[in-house]
């Protein structure tokens, strides 16, 4: 017997004749009554059973009884009850502890029974825990419940339960609490360059418990959210959600570093994105000769901040119609062969499908050298060569002026010259 159970015993003689019972514990006779008194005995007039109560047993009371009839002047001894005394289950641990760790790390939950017989782990819905792979006994007794490398999810409360022989089942609470710091994973790239008037996002997952607040930092200065600056979440589970922060129209007050923060009662964690901001270059052409002959000039030219197929056309004008030919990006020089001496010519440069892009170079060809020798016998035609070709091509209008009377009179007068000498 133990905790709340009250010892019962019973004895019935066979004698219808007996009467007087007497109760005996290590043989001395207890007093007795009907009363709610230590030991209460009643009688059935009709059968003359008597039952004794032990109320408020306790170890004290462990050991041998027995009954006693006077039946007819003749003492009839029953036989002998032994009681045994159980003490109830108890814990030297509390009813209830909470525990609080973070997680990976391992825990041990109290459970300390004193006169068990069984003890088992339970979760809140009487469920038995499992043991074996992170979940094991430990302490003393093996009675208290180890958990290795915490989850977030093992946080809940634990029942620790014990049973005997008087007791069928007493228990104690562990309630568990797991924390974990916060982290900050970058989805992407943590370096960015985005050309101005463009758009680019910066996106982190951040986990902790409990659930981080996030916050995002400009080393350049304030964010001011709204349809220029976004800022979006979403939450994934119960412990994690997805930051974007998304900076339109670019300019290049927006370069800088852009700092995620996951923030909770447990600490806090950062990661950092570099933004670059490129200016797109100005469409620039130029043109120009580099060497020019009698009969030829070398043509080059500078062509930067367009794309990379862009082709060059370079047009020129000569008497005998008007040349052009394309190039890409590839070329930065060409050589235009003949050309007439002396001659003014205009280069054309320009970029196709971009009307704005044109530019131009005047090129002079240079003069016909003289004759070194000027014998009796040549000098009559190559003299009058060499002026006319003098004359015609250091005018700025050669063409025109070739054509005038002062210029025929010019020629005729310097061949009558020569023909006098």
Request: proline fraction near 5%; hydrophobic fraction near 30%.
């Amino acid at each position: 017997f133990g905790g709340n159970v009250v010892p019962t015993l019973t004895c019935t003689p066979s004698d219808s004749n007996c009467d007087n019972p007497m109760w005996f514990f290590e043989e001395t006779l207890l007093t007795t009554c009907e009363c709610a008194d230590k030991h209460q005995a009643t009688s059935n007039p009709f059968n003359m059973r008597s039952t004794l109560r032990i109320n408020n047993a306790g170890p004290e009371d462990t050991g041998m009884y027995h009954c006693e009839f006077d039946c007819s002047g003749e003492t009839i001894v029953s036989n002998m009850f032994k009681i045994t005394y159980v003490a109830p289950v108890s814990f030297t641990t509390p009813d209830s502890i909470s525990y609080y760790e973070y997680i990976n790390n391992n825990i041990s939950l109290k459970c300390s029974p004193v006169d068990y017989d069984n003890h088992q782990w339970q979760t809140t819905g009487l469920v038995p825990i499992e043991l074996g792979g992170r979940f094991g006994l430990t302490g003393s007794n093996n009675t208290d419940l180890i958990i290795t490398e915490l989850q977030l999810d093992d946080a809940r409360t634990y029942v620790c339960t014990a049973n005997n022989k008087v007791t069928t089942k007493a228990e104690i609470r562990a309630y568990l609490f797991v924390y974990k710091f916060p982290e900050v994973e970058v989805i992407g790239n943590t370096s960015v360059t985005a050309g101005e008037g463009n758009s680019t996002s910066f996106t982190c997952t951040v986990s902790g418990h409990p659930k981080p607040v996030v916050s995002w930092i400009f080393s350049g200065g304030s964010l001011s959210f709204g349809n220029r600056i976004v800022k979006n979440e979403d939450s994934l589970d119960d412990y994690t959600l997805q930051s974007t922060l998304t900076i339109n129209h670019l300019t290049v007050n927006d370069e800088g570093d852009y700092i995620c923060t996951a923030k909770n009662d447990n600490g806090t964690s950062s990661s950092t994105f570099k933004l670059s901001v490129t200016v797109p270059p100005v469409p620039y052409l130029s043109v120009f000769s580099t060497s020019v002959d009698q009969t030829s000039a070398n043509i080059s030219w500078i062509l930067s901040g367009v794309p990379e197929d862009t082709i060059v056309n370079i047009t020129w004008t000569t008497v005998n119609g008007i040349f052009n030919q394309l190039f890409n990006q590839d070329s930065s020089s060409f050589l235009i062969s003949g050309l007439s001496p002396n001659t003014s010519y205009l280069i054309i440069a320009e970029v196709i499908n971009n009307a704005e892009l044109v530019d131009s170079t005047e090129v002079v060809t240079d003069p016909s050298p003289p004759s070194e020798s000027l014998s009796a016998s040549g000098i009559q035609s190559s003299t009058i060569a060499t002026l006319f070709t003098t004359i015609v091509y250091t005018s700025q209008t050669a063409s025109s002026f070739s054509s005038s009377s002062s210029f025929r009179e010019q020629v005729t007068s310097s061949y009558s010259e020569i023909n006098s000498l």
